[in-house]
């Protein structure tokens, strides 16, 4: 009766360490890690399920295979340490070096079906069995504890190697580990030695406790998160009572109905079941999923959306603060946490920027931050989290230690959790601060992923803010510069104007003194110097009409020359002109005529009449007897075209293109004109937002040309009522 | 006949005051702003020649303005060195009888003060009739012993001003301002030319010429 409950208990174990097996292997199967574990665990049951049979049976058939399994098991072993503690990556040397190691096991595990290890098994007066061992047998054990020691002895290496938080978290691995290998030695080795195998099946009961922590470890110090485990064995458990209860009622329900014929209700309800599961799994699991996740997985949140979301955050915008409010608010609300502060060093400015305050942080303001960062600079590490750091403080030696100590003590009076530092061009001139989680739990490996793609997503963002900003604050200082030049440039232009026309103002007085008094004189002297008094009287008038032009040019150069300006009908203004000189042209033998489509420029009245005189009067002196002379004007697009064509003597290519400039004279041509007259004409246009133009062909004439704006008035169509017939 | 002049700058003010003298005018001067306007409010004046620019306080168109205020109505030539039609509408708009350009030539002044002094009242009158010539100002129509002269535009302008001052000389700046509204002629003989077409029209063929030059001044029209 012991026997068959201790069997019992033994076959569920061994269901149990299959189950947790599988378990491992689909979690993670492309882990060297999990696969070892896989094949020791398959060793393992292999062994106590041989065991178990050879006990039920009382064959020797069992017996080897089971041997077979305890050797699986070494071999799982051994991959285990060689794997610890995470899928550590063997080149190609270490590899072979490893197959090497392998060989002697690879022997001992062929000799295993020999006689040579395990002659028969014996059953004692009691019923336990009884194995007689071949000559081999001392040796295979001796090879086997060789390489569970050395195993063992290369895992503990491995494992005081590793920092204390990862330590803590493969604990069960080791105690699981040791308590397993000390009973196996115990119950299976020197016992076995001794012919006492009453108590070989006590170490296969151990086996779960060490198989169920190592498996707590490997799949806890991956972080596939044991709380996955644990759901979905809440949720097979649901499954699976579900479906019995489904069964059950349904098989009841059948039973009622086809009472004749009882036993199609098995297939029936089985088949009915079976539809019902296959149809009903998929919603029940996705339902009690998200029944069970806030309970699990407070606070959780997944990753693609994660990450879509910062590559949002990040291009929303180029302002640097914004940029930090926004960063800032987006690791606060999706890893959930307490605060988060950037600090922002650009070698002159620097500041703390609270995400959660919004707004700039004094840097000698009542918290430590700014000792936590250069604390944080003088470790030199990348980005450090606290916890972290404290578990590894004890490794290291011991000034460090010191100094990470204190750097965590007064990190965590900040309640600052974690350091991200931002390096941009080699340097961390942007550092965040974290705060603890609002859950109270440390950073998992998904948030410290997160974390990292968003120091480099976001640095990136981070150094274009800071470049646009600077690429702004310099172009706002070239447009101040720009703009003070421009003004300078202005009122010296001003500044000359207003010289110009004070100059030419105070000319007038003493010219109009002289004049008079020459005058005066002249009448003393009545005829005796005529001629000399003429000369001085025509220079006088030469003089004054050379200020009277030279203000006109500084009043039409001052900004303040606002022209008074109106709607002109340019036929109007054609015809005046026409008036103006008819009788003057008539007189030298020259046919004017004048022709105009109506159209309208918007401009000052006298001005445009002076231009218009100055090219006539040109026009005049340069043309003889016999000649022409056309003033016309036409809309041509959104311009006026008024132009003054004559048949005179024209202008020299040579002289053509400086003909507007001032004091230019043509030479040779003896006149007494002020070298003013266009230079005028093309300023007073100007100042009309227009253009003149000279076209001219030597001994055909010349032709002046304006283009004014065309002033269109826009009436409102004509209104139509048709009841006003 | 007695004349205010207000200029602060000696040297216009003394030739000014010679050439008016010689003419047989009674000149006051006043070089100052405050002194001008006290006379001006104190004194029967005939007529009132006033710069634009006087050092101190007030300018020429503030006197006047006061002046006028006063229901002053002796005719008044401001002087001005600047010649934009703004200043010159300002003035005329502020009571001036006529607008001088600094630098001017004393003929040109007095001209222009004899003319002032002996116009016409009645200058809304419609036709004007000097000796055996009349305008009709309605039609344009000028007639000569009833037979009817033909004139454009420009010529009618000519006359008209001609037969509102008979007797006074007229300077050929007086009849560029008054006629063509300009300062300066870009031909430089707009005037003469057109008084040459004129003359051919009103006087040729006549045994009486209404049209004279005065040599070294202008034209006048006069019987």
Not at chain 1, 280 to 295: C, I, K, Q, S, V
Not at chain 1, 610 to 637: C, D, Q, W
Not at chain 2, 38 to 66: C, H, M, T
Request: charge should be neutral; charged fraction near 25%.
């Amino acid at each position: 009766m012991f026997i068959d409950s201790g069997l019992l208990l033994q076959y569920v174990v061994i269901c149990l360490n299959m189950a947790v097996a599988f378990l491992v292997l689909v979690d993670n199967p492309r882990n060297a890690l999990n696969r070892s574990f896989f094949i020791f665990t398959f060793g393992a049951v292999l062994w106590m399920f041989c065991i178990n049979c050879a006990y039920l049976g009382k064959s020797f058939m069992f017996f080897r295979p089971a041997l077979c399994g305890t050797e699986i098991m070494v071999l799982g072993f051994v991959l285990l340490a060689e794997y610890f503690p995470y899928d550590v990556k063997i080149d190609k040397k270490k590899r072979n070096d490893f197959l090497l190691f392998l060989i002697p096991w690879l022997v001992v595990f062929l000799f295993t079906f020999s006689r040579f290890i395990i002659r028969f098994l014996d059953i004692d007066g009691d019923g336990y069995l009884d194995a007689i061992t071949g000559v081999l047998f001392p040796v295979r054990s001796m090879v086997m504890i060789w390489y569970v020691a050395w195993s063992f002895f290369k895992f503990l290496k491995k494992y005081f190697k590793l920092a204390l938080c990862v330590r803590i978290r493969l604990l069960p691995f080791v105690v699981g580990t040791g308590l397993f290998l000390s009973v196996v030695t115990v119950c299976d080795f020197f016992l076995f030695v001794f012919y006492d195998v009453h108590l070989i099946l006590i170490s296969s009961l151990f086996s779960l406790i060490f198989i169920g922590s190592i498996a707590y470890s490997i799949v806890c110090h991956q972080f596939m998160d044991i709380r996955f485990v644990i759901r979905r064995g809440a949720m097979y458990v649901v499954a699976i009572f579900i479906i019995a209860l489904a069964y059950l009622n349904i098989h009841f329900f059948l039973q009622e109905f086809l009472y004749e014929n009882d036993r199609l209700a098995y297939p029936v309800s089985g088949v009915l079941t079976t539809a019902a599961c296959i149809w009903g799994f998929p919603y029940l699991r996705r339902e009690f999923d998200e029944a069970t996740n806030p309970f699990f997985f407070r606070g959780d949140y997944d990753c693609f959306c994660a990450i879509r979301e910062l590559g949002g955050v990040i291009y929303s915008t180029i302002n640097l603060n914004e940029l930090f409010r926004s960063v800032g608010s987006f690791l606060i609300q999706t890893i959930k946490l307490e605060k988060a502060i950037f600090f922002f060093d650009d070698g002159g400015v620097s500041y703390f920027f609270d995400v959660g305050a919004q707004k700039e942080v004094l840097v000698d303001s009542e918290n430590n931050y700014k000792e936590i960062i250069s604390a944080f600079e003088s470790l030199s590490m990348k980005s450090v989290f606290i916890k972290e750091l404290e578990l590894g403080a004890r490794d290291t030696q011991q000034k460090r230690a010191k100094q990470y100590q204190s750097f965590c003590s007064m990190a965590k009076n900040e309640g600052i959790a974690a350091i991200i530092p931002f390096f941009l061009k080699g340097r961390a001139r942007v550092i965040l601060l974290l705060g603890n989680k609002k859950s109270g739990w440390a950073l998992s490996k998904k948030d410290k992923e997160l974390l990292w793609i968003v120091s480099h997503q976001a640095g990136i963002a981070i150094e274009n803010a800071i470049l646009y900003d600077a690429i702004q604050r310099h172009a706002k200082e070239l447009e101040e510069r720009v703009y003070k030049k421009t003004e300078r440039i202005k009122n010296m232009h001003e500044g000359q104007s207003r010289f110009l026309a004070d100059v030419s103002h105070e000319f007038q007085t003493p010219l109009s003194i002289l004049r008079g008094n020459i005058e005066c004189l002249e009448k003393t002297y009545n005829k005796k110097g005529e001629n000399e008094f003429y000369t001085i009287r025509m220079t006088l008038d030469r003089l004054s009409r050379l200020v009277g032009s030279v203000l006109n040019i500084a009043q039409l150069n001052s900004s303040k020359a606002n022209l008074e300006k109106r709607r002109i009908d340019v036929e109007k203004l054609l015809e005046e002109s026409y008036d103006d000189c008819f009788v003057l042209t008539k007189e030298k033998g020259v046919i004017i005529s004048f022709s105009s489509e109506k159209c309208f420029v918007f401009g000052n009245t006298d001005k445009l009449r002076e231009v218009l005189l100055n090219l006539i009067s040109n026009a005049l002196k340069y043309t003889s007897p016999g000649g022409t002379i056309l003033l016309s004007g036409k809309t041509i697009g959104d311009e006026v075209e008024i132009s003054v064509t004559d048949t005179g003597s024209g202008i020299s290519r040579k002289n053509l293109p400086h003909i507007f400039e001032r004091f230019y004279k043509i030479d040779g041509n003896g006149s007494s004109g002020t070298g003013l007259g266009l230079y005028i004409c093309r300023q007073i246009i100007e100042a009309h937002d227009g253009t003149i133009t000279a076209e001219s062909e030597a001994e055909r004439g010349s032709c002046f040309i304006i283009r004014l704006p065309i002033h269109v008035v826009y009436k409102p169509e004509k209104l139509i009522m048709p009841g006003l017939q | 006949m007695r004349i205010l002049l207000i200029e602060d700058e000696k040297g216009i003010a003394d030739f000014v005051l010679k050439g008016l003298q010689s003419e047989r005018f009674a000149v006051d001067w006043a070089n100052t702003a405050e002194k001008g306007l006290l006379w001006a409010k104190v004194n029967p004046y005939d007529a009132g020649i006033f710069d634009i620019r006087l050092s101190g306080g007030q300018d020429g168109l503030s006197i006047l303005k006061e002046v006028r205020a006063k229901g002053k109505i002796f005719p008044v030539i401001i002087l001005s060195v600047t010649s934009d039609a703004q200043t010159k509408i300002d003035a005329l708009n502020l009571g001036a009888d006529d607008y001088l350009t600094k630098p001017f030539s004393m003929a040109e002044l007095t001209a222009r003060i004899r003319a002032l002094l002996r116009r016409e009242k009645k200058i809304t009158e419609q036709i004007l009739i000097v000796g055996d010539l009349s305008l009709d100002t309605r039609t344009h129509v000028a007639t000569r012993l009833g037979r009817p002269i033909v004139l454009n535009r420009k010529e009618f302008a000519l006359l008209e001003y001609f037969m509102r001052n008979p007797g006074i000389v007229l300077t050929r700046n007086m009849i560029l301002d008054h006629v063509w509204d300009m300062n300066a002629d870009p031909f430089t003989n707009t005037v003469d030319v057109h008084i040459r077409f004129l003359r051919e029209k009103i006087d040729d063929g006549r045994e009486k010429k209404l049209l004279k030059t005065v040599h070294g001044y202008g034209y006048k029209l006069e019987e």
